[in-house]
């Protein structure tokens, strides 16, 4: 059994990317911290360890319960993580339109207006 493994390497196998590669780049980026470090694609893991991951905005917080090198299925992956990301509160959907619905009325444009907290603050 492995003790550590590259943190690049560990994302690919848990299917936390599509692509090791993917994962290298997320790490370039900034996008992936070690207990709270920004790391480098080479950085070692070990169990116990704090993975945050950003993806579409998004922070991902995964426990590390288990060293993996090899990419294995969806089922044994996820044993090897606690997921602790807090649920993700339902967003709105402010002033969105039915796609081909044409411009806004004078009316509906001041309904959404509204919504986004615009208000009439300039007709003050």
Not at 27 to 36: D, E, F, P, Q, Y
Not at 64 to 92: F, S
Not at 103 to 116: A, N, Q, S, V
Request: overall charge positive.
């Amino acid at each position: 059994m492995v003790d550590s493994a590259r943190i690049d390497s560990w994302l690919w196998a848990v299917r936390v990317y599509k692509t090791r590669s993917a994962a290298t780049t997320a790490c370039r980026a900034g996008h992936v911290r070690v207990n709270g470090e920004k790391v480098k694609a080479a950085a070692v893991i070990r169990v116990g360890d704090e993975v945050r991951i950003r993806i579409s905005g998004f922070d991902r917080i995964l426990g590390v319960r288990q060293i993996l090198v090899k990419r294995v299925g969806a089922p044994v992956a996820a044993l090897a993580y606690n997921d602790r990301t807090p649920a993700r509160e339902p967003q709105a959907a402010l002033g969105l339109r039915d796609r081909g619905a044409g411009r806004p009325t004078k009316r509906e444009r001041r309904d959404i207006d509204k919504l986004r907290g615009r208000g009439d603050h300039f007709l003050e």
